[in-house]
């Protein structure tokens, strides 16, 4: 089966810079995804690291570390409009093509 | 499609009755997945459909639910009897293939079973 913790909430300020940690355990694995959501809106894809290492994508990078289980997403330059839910999510190599997603992690930017 | 339509966005109702529900994956994706959302909570996988295979359903949470899928077009998910533990957004999400895990969502169907 699969698992993955991350933190419920996390409250940052504008400007500042955020980590929300990930970690998993999979029967296999096959790489780790983030999407954000927002109240009342649908998931969008921010990154996906199959690889160890760090992947940017404007404000935002994605972290991995296979041996350790391990995985954040940063956020730079925060901004009022990054509040949202940000969910981490495992594909496991063993099941099917489906991804497994957290239980979603709270960000609030305030002033 | 541009993105992937799912209707009604809003369903309301009575305990029992059967629902169905609608998903129209962008064009080309030949992977359609279902997703179940509690208040607060995170994405439950429910089933996945790619192209002409046996779909995967390990995700159905009891013999009440059910979902077909034509070649690599509309989707529907059917709720038979419905309890208020139905109660959710049901989301929808395709994507091209299993390469990168960027599905595409849907806005999603609220259900609220009274």
């Known amino acids: 089966g699969q698992s993955l913790e991350q933190p419920s909430e996390v409250t940052a300020v504008e400007g500042a810079i955020v980590q929300i940690n990930c970690t998993y355990q999979t029967s296999g694995f096959y790489g780790l995804s983030w999407y954000q959501q927002h109240d009342g809106g649908a998931p969008t894809f921010l990154s996906y690291n199959a690889l160890d290492g760090l992947e940017e994508t404007g404000r935002f990078s994605s972290f991995l570390s296979r041996s350790d289980s391990y995985g954040y997403l940063l956020l730079q330059e925060l901004q009022m409009k990054d509040s949202a839910s940000y969910f981490c999510?495992?594909?496991?190599?063993?099941?099917?093509?489906?991804?497994?997603f957290g239980t979603g992690t709270r960000l609030t930017v305030i002033p | 499609g541009a993105g992937v339509s799912q209707s009604p966005s809003n369903k309301v109702t009575e305990k029992g009755k059967d629902v169905e529900l609608r998903c129209d994956p962008i064009?080309?994706?030949?992977?359609l997945y279902w997703y179940r959302q509690r208040l607060g909570q995170g994405l439950e996988f429910l089933i996945y459909?790619?192209?002409?295979?046996?779909?995967?359903k390990s995700g159905l949470p009891s013999d009440r639910f059910s979902a077909e899928r034509t070649g690599e077009s509309v989707s529907t998910l059917t709720i038979q009897r419905t309890q208020q533990e139905d109660s959710a957004v049901y989301l929808c999400?395709?994507?091209?293939?299993?390469?990168?895990?960027?599905?595409?969502f849907g806005s999603g169907t609220r259900l609220t079973v009274v």
């Open positions: 064009s080309g994706h030949t992977a």
């Open positions: 999400a395709s994507s091209l293939d299993r390469g990168q895990g960027g599905y595409t």
């Open positions: 999510a495992v594909r496991d190599q063993t099941g099917a093509n489906n991804l497994f």
């Open positions: 459909f790619q192209g002409n295979s046996a779909p995967d």
